[in-house]
């Protein structure tokens, strides 16, 4: 039995439901450390497992949950008096920014964040630590020659497309998806031809998905040749898996998000909170995300071929990161968030 195999449980706290998985102290000890996240828990096992080994009287309580979820568990659990997690990991960004600039983060001193990069941090509350570009993902077998390397290639390609083609691009249904919403509000501010762009796929008939799954599984079998903007960590794990899965990061530009860490200002034991945070921060940690979990690493120690310092020194300007800082609250704003819908729908013909 290896240490993460226990027991998943579903949990109601907080009126939430989350996938709780309990991992028991390897050692003797009765410390928990309590996790709120969005990493799926069979991803997070390896992390998990590989922190006790060095933290042998540590159990761990892990709550797999909707990046949402984690933000409104955490604001009722505080502000009822209540204890919260001990470290909160989630790929919503501006959402975790909210919560370290409403006060509901804490400060910690952590050794390597001195090194982190400037973009990754933010008053020493809330750090990234994954570097996940948007790629361009393609059925190889329908792009002999390659598929288009930049936005303007693919508006190109679009204007040419044989009608056979009709209805087999995909993307965010970004009324449904946090990730999609976000890389298209960043394509707004970094390609004025956006709108065009987004015109021509309406007319070829753009499919849209609430999750980057959907469109990675029809790309794979061919029911799709294109899904523009997805998610480059799902996109490069299934293309090892896939023959006829290829992606691209589009060289004009490419945007990079990230997975925000921060300990809560109510965990109950913030010194367990502090020390999976320097583990995720470590060269092992981050090792293990860019290498066992294909999510790109942050720090720059790390220069394996899937890691975020590889990518920066092969492509260097064309990576756009989202800094971790409260900038990205602005798409919360619900007044630019409904002008971006009402453009996309446009765009798409769907108003």
């Not at 480059?232 to 990061?249: K, M, N």
């Amino acid at each position: 039995m290896t240490l993460g195999t226990a027991f998943a449980v579903v949990a109601l706290t907080s009126q939430v439901v989350a996938e709780t998985t309990h991992y028991p102290a390897p050692g003797e000890g009765a410390q928990e450390l309590v996790i709120y996240s969005t990493l799926d828990s069979r991803l997070a096992s390896t992390l998990i497992e590989a922190f006790q080994a060095s933290h042998t009287d540590v159990a761990v309580r892990y709550e797999d949950l909707l990046a949402s979820e984690i933000a409104a568990r955490v604001i009722a659990e505080t502000d009822a008096g209540q204890a919260s997690a001990d470290f909160l990991f989630s790929s919503a960004m501006d959402l975790q920014l909210k919560l370290a600039n409403d006060g509901y983060g804490q400060e910690v001193s952590v050794a390597m964040a001195r090194d982190w990069p400037s973009w990754a941090k933010w008053q020493d509350t809330a750090f990234a630590l994954t570097f996940e570009p948007a790629v361009l993902v393609y059925h190889k077998p329908s792009f002999p020659e390659g598929p288009p390397q930049s936005r303007l290639e693919l508006l190109d390609w679009l204007a040419n497309a044989p009608d056979s083609l009709t209805g087999r691009i995909g993307t965010y249904d970004i009324e449904k998806s946090a990730v999609g919403y976000l890389f298209a509000a960043r394509d707004a501010e970094h390609f004025p031809d956006i709108w065009s762009l987004l015109r021509a796929m309406g007319k070829a008939g753009l499919q849209t998905y609430p999750t980057s799954q959907d469109i990675i599984d029809r790309v794979a079998d061919g029911r799709l040749v294109l899904g523009y903007n997805i998610l480059g960590s799902y996109a490069a794990e299934q293309a090892r898996l896939a023959p006829d899965i290829g992606f691209v990061l589009l060289r004009d530009y490419t945007v990079v998000v990230s997975r925000v860490a921060l300990v809560p200002r109510s965990a109950a034991s913030p010194e367990l909170g502090r020390a999976f945070l320097a583990f995720l921060m470590s060269a092992e940690g981050q090792t293990i995300l860019s290498e066992k979990l294909r999510l790109p690493s942050v720090s720059l120690e790390v220069s394996g071929a899937g890691s975020g310092a590889a990518m920066q020194a092969a492509l260097g300007d064309q990576l756009r990161p989202v800094p971790v800082s409260p900038g990205v609250l602005v798409y919360l704003d619900q007044a630019k968030r409904q002008r971006l819908l009402r453009l996309w729908r446009e765009a798409l013909g769907r108003e």
